[in-house]
């Protein structure tokens, strides 16, 4: 029996947990796909009228926003470093910035969208549809890609805090890691480096055209 | 060769059945992990709503058996279809045979214990599970069920006042329960093989089912995020697919085929493999052309996610599209001829040992080809014109998909219910019940493509007098269909605790599956067996046991 037991554990390697987690990723990145499909045939038919309606659109926002994720993808990285290496303490204040900087993110998106809607542009609104086809499908692309991309966030910031009470009640400081949380934290690390390359295209395809 | 006294004979774990885990009763089952169990949980839950959905299709036919308003009015009707279709396809076709025997079989037949995510594997049922539950309030909750058809065509489906959101969302969370068996099954494959078992040792089952997974990774994301906005559409008046607000309803067709047609080879190729596996086992010979089939697996994977633009041949799109569209959807064509030719290869000089497995499996190849052929037909740009949405186009996907898959499923259920239960149905009942479904079958549906072809529509709830005669035929057709299946569905349900006793291997199969005891125990193998043969080496076995 135990020469089985040997065979099963071979079986499960981190190999496969990360294959799984990189195969979502692939569905993750095809979800969007779709939308990165309508947006560049609606911009190939309106690109004057695109580029007239991304100048609305607050550019030092916007890169804050890019600066803030970038940053926190790396303390990211770093969190899984720590924890590999047995620093549990720095791993938990690394995942704490990252955290943070999610939050951020998206309060500077509350910002941005509560200002836009102030203003009456919001799908469905009369303002809106007195626009040129090419302005309504420009905002309308940038209300439902931006809001599920922070949908990604706020998902992923629940799994970063679900990962930051799982490792603090693993073994303390110094002693070996614990090798299938190292696992979990990576693949959530995954998650939100997605998160973040989405966002490294949404950016100046909306922000940037103008 | 593989070790059978410590695989099979001897080993006395408890089975699968009776196992007593952490959970007792039926929490052991709604709780459960093993892969088995899970199957054995899609298998009731996908039968139920099978059989819900075939009392749709009777209503229906009922409707036609008369002309005007006799059993329901046109809105019912068209609710009628659309729930037929979205059951039938997103909660039956689409889970079916991976989901039941994918999850019961596989993992036995590469040699593992389990899944590699056990856990997400259960996850999967639950996401079917309210899916299921979705639609059905789609149904009766508020403002009307759902009449936009299955496929929920932008701008109707944005606009029409019935509970489309809902059913939007059921068809979402459905296709994340399949995404998730997609990413179990392709880290299954590569992952848990036992040792000796390469790729070209994989029964041709487990290569339908790997190439199935792909397509269900790479293509149910889109249909996703095309149905997501169909929903903001609804609830937060975006226009992306409305012409009023400087959308496009033909992009929405675009996207949604894009999924939903290599969905269709999502629905056919676990059912390819299925037939690749019986064959062999009946004619006791190895399978003609192993690499021929295993290859053409994924060129129909591959092929099949370039032809979507052939649903559109009249939607407006331009003529140079609608060739190159056609002219890709005549390639599928081959390597689903090359699948025939094999399998009737492989009969060829075998001795052949007609029991029900095999004559289901036969009776796919037929009703199979003749659903193929068709569907050249409808690839045809100007054949195509002709027969758009009339019951030409129904019959041909109910000879792909009900006489395809669905009897893949029945030659399924019947080649492994000894090993799912360890006991036999009665054999002349399966042989009576097959034939009864058989000449229905054909009335219904062959009627449906030479009504088609004469120009009746689909969709309509009434028809004209010239069609009168056709719709009474097809109509008695769906009768005698009907009681076949019933027949076959009591002949198999009573013998799962009536049945006669056999061994574990009752039809001489060559693959791991057979080489455990019936019902396998809870953990399939007491020692993962090494493989060092092809899949189908019958004289290897025999000399073996």
Request: hydrophobic share 50%; glycine share 8%.
């Amino acid at each position: 029996m135990n020469n089985t037991m040997e065979v099963v554990e071979s079986h499960h390697t981190d190999e496969g947990a990360k294959l799984g987690m990189w195969l979502f990723l692939f569905t993750e990145l095809l979800l969007f796909g779709g939308m990165f499909i309508l947006y560049s045939i609606y911009r190939a038919k309106h690109s004057q009228e695109f580029f007239l309606a991304a100048s609305e659109l607050n550019t030092f926002i916007g890169t804050f926003n890019t600066l803030v994720l970038l940053t926190s993808s790396l303390t990211v990285a770093l969190s899984i470093e720590a924890y590999r290496r047995a620093h549990k303490k720095a791993a938990i204040w690394l995942l704490i910035a990252t955290i943070l900087m999610g939050l951020t993110f998206m309060v500077n998106k509350y910002i941005e969208w509560t200002a836009k809607i102030h203003h009456g542009i919001y799908p469905g609104s009369a303002e809106l549809l007195s626009m040129s086809d090419g302005e309504m499908l420009f905002f309308n692309l940038y209300y439902v890609m931006t809001g599920l991309h922070g949908l990604h966030v706020v998902i992923g910031v629940g799994v970063l805090s679900f990962m930051l009470y799982f490792i603090s009640k693993k073994p303390p400081e110094g002693e070996k890691f614990d090798k299938s949380a190292a696992i979990k934290l990576e693949n959530s690390g995954l998650y939100w480096h997605l998160v973040d390359i989405i966002w490294i295209f949404l950016f100046p395809l909306f922000y940037l055209i103008s | 060769m593989l070790n059978h006294a410590v695989a099979g004979a001897g080993y006395v774990d408890e089975n699968y059945l009776e196992y007593q885990g952490k959970h007792k009763g039926i929490l052991g089952w709604l709780l459960t992990t093993d892969h088995k169990r899970i199957g054995l949980l899609y298998m009731w839950s996908i039968l139920s709503v099978f059989l819900v959905a075939v009392g749709i299709g009777f209503v229906m036919r009922l409707e036609q058996l008369t002309m005007g308003e006799t059993v329901v009015d046109a809105q019912t009707y068209n609710s009628l279809f659309t729930l037929h279709g979205i059951i039938m396809v997103f909660m039956f076709i689409i889970p079916g045979i991976p989901a039941v025997f994918g999850n019961f079989i596989m993992p036995i037949q590469i040699g593992a214990r389990d899944v590699y995510f056990p856990r997400i594997n259960l996850l999967s049922w639950y996401c079917w599970l309210a899916g299921a539950v979705l639609a059905v309030i789609a149904v009766f909750a508020g403002s009307g069920s759902p009449d936009t058809g299955w496929t929920f065509y932008a701008p109707f489906s944005s606009r029409t006042g019935t509970n489309v959101v809902l059913a939007l969302f059921a068809a979402f969370i459905l296709g994340f329960s399949s995404i998730l068996t997609g990413l179990n099954f392709v880290t299954t494959v590569h992952r848990m093989r036992a040792p000796g078992m390469t790729w070209f040792r994989l029964p041709l089952f487990v290569w339908g089912l790997y190439a199935t997974a792909w397509i269900q990774i790479l293509a149910t994301p889109i249909v996703g995020i095309t149905l997501l906005m169909v929903v903001a559409e609804r609830v937060f008046n975006v226009g992306i697919f409305d012409a009023a607000k400087g959308g496009d309803p033909i992009l929405y067709q675009h996207l949604f085929w894009i999924y939903s047609h290599p969905a269709v080879y999502i629905m056919i190729l676990p059912g390819m493999g299925v037939i690749s596996d019986i064959i062999p086992t009946f004619a006791k010979r190895t399978i003609f052309g192993y690499k021929a089939i295993a290859y053409s697996s994924l060129a129909i994977a591959i092929s099949g996610s370039l032809v979507w633009g052939h649903h559109m041949f009249v939607s407006g799109q331009s003529y140079l599209v609608g060739v190159i569209f056609s002219a890709i959807t005549f390639l599928v064509a081959i390597p689903s001829a090359i699948k025939v030719f094999n399998w009737v290869a492989t009969l060829y000089k075998g001795s052949i040992d007609p029991q029900p497995p095999l004559l289901y499996s036969l009776t796919f190849i037929f009703l199979f080809m003749i659903g193929g052929f068709t569907g050249v037909m409808n690839g045809v740009l100007n054949v195509n014109v002709h027969v758009h949405d009339t019951y030409f186009v129904v019959a041909h996907f109910h000879y792909v998909m009900f006489g395809g898959t669905g009897f893949a499923l029945f030659a399924a259920m019947h080649y492994w219910f000894p090993k799912m239960f360890g006991r036999i149905f009665n054999k002349k009942i399966a042989h009576i019940a097959l034939a009864i479904m058989f000449v229905g079958f054909n009335m219904l549906y062959f009627t449906m493509l030479t009504m088609g072809y004469q120009g009746m529509p689909r969709r309509y709830y009434d028809h004209l007098p010239q069609f009168h005669t056709s719709h009474v035929v097809a109509t008695v057709g769906s009768w005698v269909l009907i009681a076949g299946l019933l027949l076959m569905f009591w002949n198999l349900f009573r013998s799962i605790k009536k049945g006669e006793k056999v061994g574990d291997n009752p039809w001489g199969g060559a693959t791991l599956e057979w080489q455990i005891p019936s019902p396998p125990p809870h953990e399939n193998f007491e020692k993962i067996p090494y493989v060092d043969h092809e899949p189908y080496e019958f004289q290897k076995v025999e000399a073996g046991t």
